[in-house]
């Protein structure tokens, strides 16, 4: 039956002052219905250690449904002072409770002996309430006064209870983990116990638990915990590998919370890895990455920028902070781990995390040895998922699977036949092998595995779904990051017309996969005349609609290295090129003003001539950019303006004065 204050013996109110509606009855029958609905609450929630938590909080809520029943005399100010106090401490209770359910059951197992400490203080708190709770004054009756004395009694255990099974279980994980560390693979079956206690009896939990660790990590403070987390999640990892085999890789795709599954934003992507930026810079030419993949791309020996090709005035990277707060911003929205720079330094600072390491490496010979010829195409699916995975977390991962002998492992699956009959395990392949051309290290491997780069033209040009096709084109953007590389794959027509191929017709993410490859194959002037025989130049004016930043950009490369002759013979690549001048974003802008300086400087006076001709009110566009656009687009436009003037003093006098008078024109309908 439900409780109501009017179920209440009638008993003695409290007087009110005049003019008052709040009636006391009520007021006092309110905290005593939230008193025992919370010790319910907590009753119900699952225990997330055995702490004994459930006995005292039932016996609570007994209690206060029995102050709810009986007639209790609230004249005694310290009586409701206790329950307001009360009410408090089981508020804390429950979401020190809900807090623990949230957290890794890894985690919370190595933290134990804190988890109980933390829940001893409340149940004191609470014990010490009941103690100074003026029984006599508030005329309980003789059952409910020995509840009272029976709940104090259960509140005031003099120290912490610690769970053994709990403890013995820490110890026993401890222990693996010294093992692993030092190279000793684990008993399968304690293993499995082990995993079996914890709740974690299926891949999918497993899964959730390396999320939670995951989540873990940012809330660490110290090197020393977050290197404990780390070495935790290489356990599970590996865990879930050998006790459950490899997740079914289209559901756990579909929900993996990560940043490799999600659609970053372009903005938020390095231009050279493709991943997300952990800690962007700028460079002089304006363009920004990753701080670790320009830092290997300057290291390499290369002095332009890879996006633009212009030759960097300097080496120096200015910290983008703007974007790298909206990075972490985007990265809680989406509950996805944000490791800062920083706390990246501090944990290379200190000791390498061995069990981590050894961890990762067993997972990735597990998983390799499971990639036999014989092995059916959906385990093998499952298998490489695993590795995609796993080579997406850092780079002592890449190493390890590469290291393992994965790569020619992952060629087999690359091929026409697989894709048409297994098109998941293509991408799975394809996307692993890029994730591990990340690191400089496994280019060498990749390009000189037999096969390898035919696999990967073939699933450039032949890959069953889009997805692959543009994963392709990334590893290729990769691979060209070293210079030998780029040579070689810039004079195959294969790769060629494979990336323009690609840039013509695939998704907008592919094209822009596409296009990032051919600008850096146009770096070589070899490749350049491949390129423009294959109608790169058309293919570039054709996108500046859809990605006006990399189309002009590889316009401007073009002109570099060969390309002004085809430029000049399209029949609208500089009307084009003033379209996006006129209207494009601050960067797209400010590559424009850039490539029409170099074609104005290399074509001469006809290149001139045409730009003048091609683009209407070009002197109001130039004057517009020069007081709105960044700092080089300002200066580019104040360049082309002063080509065009001089040109204009160079030409006879009708021409002259048909250009003065369409300078004009446009100037009349400038803004005041």
Not at 119 to 139: C, G, R, Y
Not at 145 to 152: D, T
Not at 338 to 350: G, I, P, Y
């Amino acid at each position: 039956m439900a409780i109501s204050p009017q179920s209440f013996p009638p008993r003695r109110r409290r007087a009110s002052s005049a003019g008052s509606s709040i009636d006391p009855k009520q007021s006092e029958f309110n905290l005593l219905q939230s008193l025992f609905l919370i010790s319910k609450e907590i009753c119900a929630l699952p225990q997330p250690l055995p702490l004994l938590l459930s006995r005292k909080a039932k016996l609570l809520s007994i209690l206060f449904e029995e102050f709810l029943r009986c007639p209790v005399s609230f004249s005694s100010p310290s009586a409701l002072l206790c329950f307001e106090e009360m009410h408090i401490v089981l508020q804390r209770i429950k979401v020190l409770i809900e807090d623990c359910s949230n957290k890794s059951k890894m985690w919370l197992l190595m933290k134990n002996e804190w988890v109980a400490s933390s829940f001893h203080e409340l149940t004191v708190e609470l014990s010490t309430l009941l103690d100074i709770f003026p029984a006599k004054e508030v005329e309980l009756s003789e059952d409910v006064e020995e509840l009272v004395c029976l709940a104090r009694k259960q509140c005031s255990r003099t120290k912490a209870f610690v769970d053994p099974a709990a403890e013995d279980l820490r110890r026993e994980v401890l222990t693996m983990l010294d093992r692993i560390k030092n190279e000793i693979v684990p008993d399968q079956s304690k293993l499995s116990e082990m995993f079996s206690k914890l709740g974690l009896r299926d891949s999918s939990s497993c899964r959730d638990e390396i999320e939670s660790l995951q989540g873990e990590i940012q809330n660490q403070i110290d090197e020393k915990s977050k290197s404990e987390v780390i070495a935790l999640i290489g356990f599970v990892r590996y865990a879930k590998c050998v006790l459950f085999g490899a997740s079914t890789p289209t559901s756990d795709i579909n929900r993996q919370k990560s940043a490799s599954d999600l659609s970053i934003p372009a903005d938020f992507r390095c231009p050279i890895s493709l991943d997300l930026m952990q800690d962007p810079v700028v460079v002089s030419t304006g363009q920004t990455y990753d701080r670790e993949s320009i830092k290997l791309w300057m290291e390499a020996g290369h002095k332009t920028c890879p996006k633009t090709g212009q030759t960097l005035a300097h080496t120096d990277l200015i910290p983008n902070r703007a974007l790298k707060n909206l990075i972490a911003m985007w990265c809680r929205d989406q509950k996805i781990p944000f490791e800062s720079a920083e706390n990246k330094e501090r944990l290379k600072s200190h000791v390498i995390n061995k069990a981590a390491l050894e961890a990762t490496r067993m997972t990735a010979s597990f998983l390799i040895k499971k990639l036999s010829p014989s092995q059916p195409m959906e385990i093998a699916n499952g298998v490489v998922y695993e590795l995609r995975v796993l080579s997406k977390t850092d780079s002592d991962s890449r190493a390890c699977i590469a290291e393992a002998g994965a790569i020619p492992l992952l060629v087999r699956y690359l091929s026409a036949d697989v894709g048409a009959d297994h098109p998941n395990l293509q991408v799975n392949a394809i996307t692993t092998i890029l994730n591990l051309s990340i690191l400089e290290a496994n280019k060498t491997r990749i390009a000189e595995t037999d096969g390898a780069l035919n696999g990967i033209i073939d699933v450039l040009r032949n890959g069953v779904t889009w997805e692959a096709k543009g994963n392709a084109a990334a590893t290729i953007f990769s691979l060209s990051g070293v210079n030998s590389y780029r040579k070689k794959l810039g004079r195959r027509n294969r790769v060629v017309k494979g990336l323009i191929e690609l840039a013509k017709e695939g998704p907008t993410s592919s094209k822009r996969d596409a296009l990032v490859a051919i600008m850096n194959l146009a770096g070589d002037r070899e490749a350049v005349a491949r390129l423009v025989e294959s109608g790169v130049v058309e293919m570039s004016v054709q996108l500046m609609d859809e990605l006006p930043e990399e189309s002009v950009a590889i316009i401007e490369m073009l002109v570099k290295r060969g390309g002004l002759l085809a430029i000049a013979a399209s029949f609208s690549a500089m009307k084009k090129l003033g379209l996006v001048l006129r209207g494009g974003s601050d960067r797209a802008r400010e590559s424009a003003a850039a490539t029409l300086v170099t074609i104005c400087r290399k074509g001469g006076s006809d290149m001139v001539a045409e730009l003048a001709s091609e683009v209407t009110g070009i002197e109001r566009v130039l004057w517009e950019l020069m007081g709105t656009g960044t700092m080089r687009g300002r200066r580019k436009a104040g360049t082309l303006l002063r080509m065009l003037r001089r040109w204009a003093a160079g030409i006879d006098g009708d021409l002259r004065e048909s250009y003065s008078a369409s300078v004009t024109s446009s100037r009349t309908v400038l803004p005041s």
